[in-house]
């Protein structure tokens, strides 16, 4: 059965019940599946029946957790992996060939930069970036072994939104693939597919997990595309475990309330951060200060849990504002129900070049805060003695 609103399809997707019938989806523990006799083991490893075979390739509790994605992003399939960066190394690797060349946004998540620059050419796959205010320009970065059109909305950690609508037509008028990490906005704030998408990848260790406990990703989208995922992976072998699809599909069933509570915090967070005299830049996509705010407010529901700012001072007061902190954790995660405060420079991506920090739009001074689910006051109170000591 289909259902019209996404936070129903959330809760109301699900295996089916064994015979026990239970009301909440089972733990399926195994490893791997019996067969009933010689010619059903044969039928069933040709692809003949569809059912569970081996647990590295489908789990029920992996099933229920992608169809759950798929119908919230309105994708036809997916598969499910360990992690966000398995999902995105995986997906991408399954597509592209030696010699073929993908263009992707700047701004992208530390791991995923290391993978264009540094893991992908031992395979003679090439790129080109673009920046955010480039996105006219990508059609002149189109070789005729161009492949994939990959970028992240909004970026990591720098806030910026790329307009989805724009990449849709740029990819299906030159036959790119268009795939969008779609981690910080959730299927609950951002449909890429509907703006032209492909693929869609969400580290679900992230909000859809929401409480910071286990780790994974998952890829949906164009069900000829997940083929080909499904058998590169089958292979290779970055499967979800069932503990893990477990978790995130019951958390799935919360995602809708935590991210209203989630997106009303952040954005007072970043009201208040903006008129602290202390702090020279705050981007948050549903602040009206933001340079692409209509953009944001056109293909996202809200703003999201993330906010950054910059601190005046430079690296130094990014470090002495971290060491400040009381209430807030300091971790690499977001999406918890925790806030958490992070400075990128010297943590997620301090692998990269101060060039390259700069050109991602990563100064010395920029702090990310994830806003938790605490009362707002007291986020902000923690926020304000820090930025005062």
């Known amino acids: 059965m289909e259902f019209k609103n996404i936070e129903t399809t959330a809760i109301r997707t699900q295996i089916e019940r064994s015979q026990y019938l239970e009301h909440s989806a089972p733990l399926y523990l195994t490893s791997s599946y019996v067969f009933e006799d010689a010619e059903d083991m044969r039928a069933s490893f040709s692809e003949e029946k569809e059912r569970n075979i081996y647990s590295r390739f489908s789990n029920p509790n992996t099933s229920e957790f992608v169809d759950k994605i798929a119908a919230m992003e309105g994708a036809e399939t997916g598969y499910a992996f360990a992690t966000g960066m398995s999902a995105i190394f995986s997906t991408l690797a399954a597509l592209l060939n030696s010699g073929d060349h993908v263009i992707s946004g700047r701004s992208v998540f530390g791991s995923t930069h290391t993978l264009f620059t540094k893991y992908f050419p031992k395979w003679n796959i090439s790129h080109s970036y673009f920046s955010v205010t480039e996105v006219d320009k990508i059609e002149s970065l189109i070789k005729p072994e161009t492949k994939i059109l990959f970028a992240e909305t909004p970026t990591n950690p720098g806030l910026d939104i790329l307009d989805l609508e724009k990449l849709g037509v740029i990819a299906k008028k030159h036959n790119l693939i268009l795939i969008i990490d779609n981690c910080f906005a959730t299927p609950y704030l951002q449909n890429p597919i509907k703006f032209g998408a492909d693929l869609v990848i969400h580290s679900a260790t992230k ?143 301090s692998k990269l070049s101060e060039e390259e920090r700069l050109e991602t739009g990563i100064y010395p001074g920029l702090v990310r805060v994830s806003v938790g689910l605490e009362h707002v006051d007291d986020i902000i109170g923690d926020l304000k003695q820090a930025l005062n000591s």
């Not at 702090?279 to 529901?301: G, N, T, W």
């Open 207 to 349: 909000l859809i997990d929401g409480q910071g406990r286990v780790l994974g990703g998952v890829t949906v989208g164009r069900a000829n595309l997940i083929r080909e995922i499904y058998l590169f992976s089958r292979n290779t072998g970055p499967a979800l475990s069932p503990f893990n699809a477990w978790i995130l599909s019951k958390s799935l069933e919360t995602l809708a309330v935590r991210l209203d509570r989630h997106c009303e915090n952040a954005l007072k967070v970043a009201e208040f951060l903006e008129k602290e005299p202390r702090v020279e830049r705050v981007k948050y996509p549903f602040l009206k200060s933001h340079p692409d705010y209509e953009i944001a407010r056109k293909q996202m529901k809200q703003g999201g849990n993330v906010v950054s700012f910059i601190i005046k001072g430079g690296i130094e007061a990014g470090r002495s504002f971290i060491d400040a902190i009381k209430l807030c954790s300091l971790s690499a995660n977001l999406g918890d129900t925790r806030s958490i405060v992070t400075h990128p420079a010297s943590t997620t991506h």
